[in-house]
């Protein structure tokens, strides 16, 4: 079945350090999609991307769709305590109708103050 | 964004018990989905469930040990049968948000514990 790697697989960074975390598949994705996690809580989504090469902000937190389709990336910048957590890349393969949505395995992010 | 509650939060439960989670939407969906996130783990789908009709499942998961429920447009069950210590994990449901780009809100889950 279709798989979704995601690397590193743990951080830990300064607060005030940027942050670059990637996900990567052998599988064509027609929407990428970034959750964050806390502890205790469900999966919370930071960024949708729709189109190869669209890049999307939001607040400090910068996501691409990669142009093969098969990767994307997220970048954090300035981290702060808050941003500790673990990051989900999910991936939806077919767009004009529903098809499931696969999640990597995640990056666990620590930030030290 | 849809606003998801799930019932219980927690819950510690003995081995060849079963457990039924609620899950409640602040507005009308269609599509609802139930997962489980084992621990240090990925959020994994077990089934899909739309209203009037019967969930469908993915592979590995079973009607019988995960049966569903789905009465209407804002609110969902999944009972996790005869339960065994391998069973214990967190149980989210999540909502599609309508877009059509695959987007999902999730419940903040239920931790199960089965001793």
């Known amino acids: 079945g279709q798989q979704l790697n995601q690397s590193p697989q743990s951080m830990f960074i300064q607060e005030g350090e940027d942050v670059s975390m990637n996900c990567t598949s052998s599988s064509i994705f027609n929407t990428w999609l970034w959750y964050k996690q806390d502890p205790g809580e469900g999966p919370v989504l930071l960024i949708a991307?729709?189109?190869?090469?669209e890049l999307t902000s939001n607040g400090r937190l910068t996501a691409q769709f990669g142009i093969t389709r098969k990767d994307s990336f997220l970048n954090i910048s300035a981290s702060i305590p808050s941003d500790v957590g673990i990051y989900f890349c999910a991936g939806q393969l077919v767009k004009t109708s529903y098809d499931k949505v696969i999640f990597g395995p995640g990056t666990s992010l620590s930030v030290i103050p | 964004s849809a606003v998801i509650s799930q019932k219980p939060s927690r819950d510690i439960c003995q081995r060849g018990t079963s457990l039924t989670i609620q899950c409640q939407v602040d507005s009308q969906v269609t599509m609802m989905f139930w997962y489980r996130q084992q621990p240090g783990q990925s959020l994994t789908l077990i089934a899909t469930a739309n209203q009037g009709s019967e969930a469908t499942y993915e592979s590995g998961f079973v009607i019988d040990k995960f049966p569903i429920s789905r009465p209407n447009l804002t609110f969902s069950t999944l009972t996790v049968s005869n339960m065994s210590p391998e069973d214990s994990s967190i149980y989210l449901c999540s909502v599609e948000s309508g877009t059509g780009g695959g987007e999902q809100y999730f419940g903040p889950g239920t931790r199960l514990t089965v001793t």
């Open positions: 991307l729709y189109k190869a090469g």
